[in-house]
């Protein structure tokens, strides 16, 4: 090992960082789908030839650490010592270690001297994939064959020469093709922008000065997460959430049950009694339960241990096959957002007494997603989707924030104006959901109430929500955030109420009215201030009585 | 009144005040003499009474005598203030029935993606949810009215948000940007009604489409116009008083002036007011250099600002922030960066150096200011590094303490780390140079620009003395020095002239728009901006005017700013070109798919302010060289002698070889070796690299 001082340590760590954050600036810029550009649904990685993430630039934690997996798959049907310049590889198969299929993962090799001394990795959400529905992610797939095309782990490019058979194959399978290659291609100057770069680098400092910073800069996050794990009570933790139901069995919740075992600075999650895998979409492959709990340790360990694969050393998961969090194929999986929210969730939850300061009360954790589709009266097509937030948990020193994104997620919600230009759609009511709060002593945060009406034509509505069932709990003695409800108003008279998950037909005149989950409280309710009380009366987010 | 050959003739003085955290800046200028500078300590609680002093000073110095002040130009951070500090007006916000809660719902994100107890992000503060009412009234998506304005209820509501303690009120409606008929009429109500409360109304502020946007930045404007109305009024007053007769100018985010009682109405549009001086008195040293390109970095305690400059123009982005919250109002694209002079050097829990966001800022300041700070900062790294001169730092307001930088330099860092005092001060600037160089290729990278095509413009006190550092980490092979860089904004105050922009929602595909409908929908904002500009004395014949568009691809959401040209052929078809063109630049992709306009923007710009006519003679009588002292070169192990050069004796056509410290009483430059420095006619120092050095700042060996 070539000794590095402290100085060029550190030099070297911000260039890292900047040679990430440059492979996802032209990873965003460059790539055509709106998905991407707005939803910012796309992460860029530098990752060592020991599969290790050496930089991550990531917009959404649900790209945390999430190419991991995807690296290992690759260097094991690609040794390293095969791979060499012009070389680019492909993959998105859950089972192999992807995500869900419009996830699809880009690496190349970082050549230095004809050696390869790193990976850098692109992963973008592609707006189609194929399968039974546009947009790929069908609530209502039973099978992984539905949701899209499989690809395995793949040469795309080889010694420069582009695979044109797999690239007509795509071109054949999905519904935009002109899109999918825009973004692909995205991926492919953002993993060539890492590699010149980090070539640039081996150049200027010399390939072992930079072997060895990387492996400093490893073990030190190492030592730094096992620092403050080490700082949390030895023991074993355990919590339980659910899941509504799988958007098929609409009478049936599904348990998510962890056990988390602090002991001397490592962190194991065990999912043993956790549902079994389940027909509908929500089936979570191992990489997604890996990024709820990275995020989870990144949220109670000091933010400014700089993130790295040495932060995931101590993390151990138990992942039971053939189990929601870890299911066997063909199950589908396109809709584990939803899944690797509570999974988030319950491992904090699971520390929250332990850690009552760092940890609050459970969040509303729903991100509702509402889409609506029909034509316009000039007979024009249209369809708009909606992400919409919940309440978040109060903490030991403030009321939960209403309406806000939460854990592994963070997607905007649709303006009002935008909604109404883009579809014969009106929207009367979008505000906070007075008294849906848990109460404590720290009120947990609210929900909105959002109120649509159809004007004109046939509108499918699909709705997929969770908490309708189960609420957010408390903490300390906090009470538990409202439900989720939602129905359908019909002009015709008659009212429907939605369980969680629905595909249904909206007609002009009819209206949906949606109230999104609070978060829990945190304290006894007792315990509230008098000047915090009376800021509830006067602004009326708690309802008298 | 454009000026004229008979107008320089006379003894007409220009001032131009920029406020600072710290300081107040003051440049004064006339024909014939040398350009006077003053750095004022600035008065947080009333910052009029140090632009005041500011004119006291001037006059007893006999700066003013025998002449007339002809400008009176001003940088206010009183908007940004009230913001930061929370100590604007209690806005009571009117809204559509069904909406009072979208200001504190906004768009939902959180900024701090791995925190889990949230605070939130959402200005609701300008408007708490009780001084918030609702209104039947609507307007749909086509512009018409589907509910009639409930007057009576209007008026009731606002009633009660007044005798709540409301002292502003913002009224902001759906749709008003397509139809202001609505908000227009309760203004009137309300003004009528309750004179004495400033009313803001949406469609005035920003006709723009999606609500939470549009929302947030007409509760801004409510917050702070009793403030910034306040502020200049006495201003205007105490200006008077001293005999100042000119018409008060302020500086406007964008870059253009405003005269004070356009200011007034409009103040949302001030929050960078004091930084965008800056980069436009960068374009100003650019442009009078023959240089196009440029980056401009501002170095000051706790941020670097950068900011991009294209063929002589600043970049203008039509959406900004304050305080992390969204404000949509055209501004000059400036990025700061957690990095300055009073960035804190620290270890990490693996024993790591890191530098900064955190900042000693100005009070305690560096260890070195002998204020009671500690912590080792980057100023005490230079100072230990013999690159400042510990008697002549910020024009010598403040004596700085050697054994002090030394102290907490070697407790915070060397020791733990095993290194040299001299050691741990370069770690500490490499570290911070390694971070502004990430900091500067991201904000080029993220605009589709290359960094190596540009030349930099090294502003604040330490711009120059990281400059060299910066340029070689970045390919970059040209710096230019202004003449007073840590005046530079006070300076660029003098170098802009009077702006108004008018904007107005206009969404049509560009396939079926037809060129005589846009030429009469610009017709209708450029009449609004000339009658602005006739209210500066300007007349419209005289002003510049320029078209824009928000164009973006149909079902796209996010739209780039396309220049327009309606006097060519085919106005539409040179927009899609245009807007093909742009979007190949900045997202590195074209494809013929349909567009649409958003927005149309019309800015009038008055005539520029001839630069000629001020000596820029260097003061006589001083020598250049003064006392070499060793200094700790990067790459060098051990101090070496270096010049000490004096700024201010400097003459053009100079050249001086690094390495060598430059020294002037707002800043100091390090001259590196591999580097020249030129003076030029204008008296702005550039920085040439007339060799690699093979020893840059990164070279480990």
Known sequence: ?545 | MPPSATFWADMSIEIGVDIGGTFTDVVCRRPGQPTQILKLPTTRDDPGQAVLAAVRRLDEMGALQGGQVSRFVHGTTVATNAVLQRQGARVGLLTTEGFRDVLEIGRQLRRALYEVCLHPETPGFLAPRAFRGEVAERIDAQGAVITPLDEAALVRTADELVALGAQAIAIVFLFAFLNPVHERRAAALLRQRHPDIAVSISSEVDPAFREYERTAVTAFDAYIKPIVDGYLDRLQGGLAQAGVAAPLQIMQSRGGLAGAAVARERPVRLFLSGPAAGVMGACNIGARNGVDNLISIDIGGTTCDIALIEQGAPTIRTEGAIDGYPVRVSMIDINPIGAGGGSIAWLDGAGGLRVGPRSAGSEPGPACYGRGGTAATVTDASLLLGYLDPGYFAAGSVALQKDLARAAIGNGVAKPLALTEAEAAQGIHRVLNSQMAEGIRAVSVRQGHDPRGFSLVALGGAGPLHAIALAEELGIRRILVPPHPGVLSAQGLLDATVEHEVTMAFGHALATLAATDLAQAYQGIDNRARSLMAREDLQAETCTVRHYADVCFVGQSHHLDVPVDLAGPDPIGAIYQTFLDTHDRINGHRFEAPARIVNLRTVHRAPEWPASGYSVQPAAGIKIEKAPRAVHLPGHDKAIEVAVLDRAAMTPGQTFLGPAIIEQADATTLLTSGWSALVAPSLTLILDQVRSTGLDEDDPH
């Not at chain 1, 600075?265 to 709990?293: H, I, K, W, Y």
């Open chain 1, 1 to 545: 090992m070539t000794h590095i001082d402290p100085v060029t340590l550190e030099v070297l760590r911000n260039k890292l960082d900047g040679i990430a954050n440059e492979m996802q600036s032209t990873l965003l810029r460059s790539s055509f789908s709106p998905i991407v550009k707005e939803g910012l649904d796309a992460s860029a990685c530098l990752f060592s030839t020991a599969s290790e993430t050496l930089a991550q630039s990531i917009s959404v934690p649900i790209h945390l650490a999430t190419l991991i997996p995807v690296i290992e798959t690759f260097l094991t049907r690609f040794p390293l010592a095969s791979l060499g310049p012009g070389d680019l590889l492909i993959m998105n198969d859950p089972y192999l270690g992807g995500t869900h299929l419009p996830d699809i993962a880009v690496a190349m090799p970082v050549m230095h001297r004809g050696k390869a001394i790193a990976l850098a990795a692109a992963m973008t959400h592609h707006q189609d994939v194929g399968g039974m529905a546009p947009g790929s992610v069908p609530t209502n797939a039973t099978e992984v064959f539905q949701e899209g095309v499989r690809i395995p782990p793949l040469k795309l490019r080889d010694g420069g020469v582009m695979n044109e058979t797999f690239i007509a194959m795509m071109r054949q399978n999905v519904r935009m093709p002109d899109a999918f290659m825009g973004d692909l291609n995205a991926q492919i100057a953002a993993c060539t922008v890492g590699a010149r770069r980090l070539d640039e680098v081996a150049e200027k400092f010399g390939p072992e000065l930079l072997q060895s910073a990387f492996s400093e800069l490893l073990d030190r996050s190492e030592q730094m997460t096992r620092a403050a794990l080490r700082a949390i009570p030895d023991g074993q933790y355990s919590y339980t959430d659910y899941l509504d139901n799988d958007g098929i069995e609409l009478d049936r919740s599904i348990l998510i049950k962890v056990m988390v075992q602090v002991r001397d600075g490592e962190l194991t999650c065990s999912f043993e009694g956790t549902a079994d895998q389940v027909r509908g979409p929500f089936n979570c492959v191992p990489s997604g339960t890996a990024a709820a709990a990275l995020f989870a340790v990144r949220a109670i360990t000091d933010p400014e241990i700089p993130t790295n694969g040495g932060c995931f050393r101590p993390v151990h998961l138990i992942l039971p096959e053939g189990s929601l969090v870890n299911p066997k194929p063909p199950a589908p999986v396109n809709s584990r957002t939803a899944t690797i929210k509570r999974i988030t969730g319950c491992i904090l939850g699971a520390l929250k007494d332990v850690l009552p300061t760092r940890i609050p009360a459970d969040s509303g954790g729903e991100l509702l997603i509402l889409s609506f589709g029909g034509q316009r009266q000039d007979g024009s097509t249209f369809v708009v989707g909606d992400l919409i937030a919940s309440g978040s948990g109060a903490s030991s020193d403030c009321d939960g924030v209403d309406m806000i994104e939460t854990d592994a997620t963070n997607c905007m919600n649709l303006p009002v104006e935008a909604l109404e230009l883009d579809a014969p759609i009106r929207v009367h009511h979008f505000g906070l959901s007075q008294g849906s709060g848990g109460a404590g002593q720290f009120r947990g945060g609210l929900g909105c109430r959002r109120e649509y009406e159809i004007l004109a034509g046939e509108v499918t509505l699909t709705y997929r929500g969770e908490r309708h069932n189960h609420p957010a709990k408390g903490s300390q003695g906090g009470e538990p955030g409202a439900l989720a409800s939602a129905r359908i108003l019909r002009v015709a008279g008659g009212q429907e109420v939605i369980l969680s998950k629905q595909v249904t037909t909206l007609y002009p005149g009819d209206r949906l009215c949606i109230e999104t989950a609070g978060g829990g409280g945190y304290g006894a309710p007792a315990q509230r201030s008098i000047e915090a009380r009376s800021d509830d009366l006067a602004s009326g987010k708690v309802t008298a009585g």
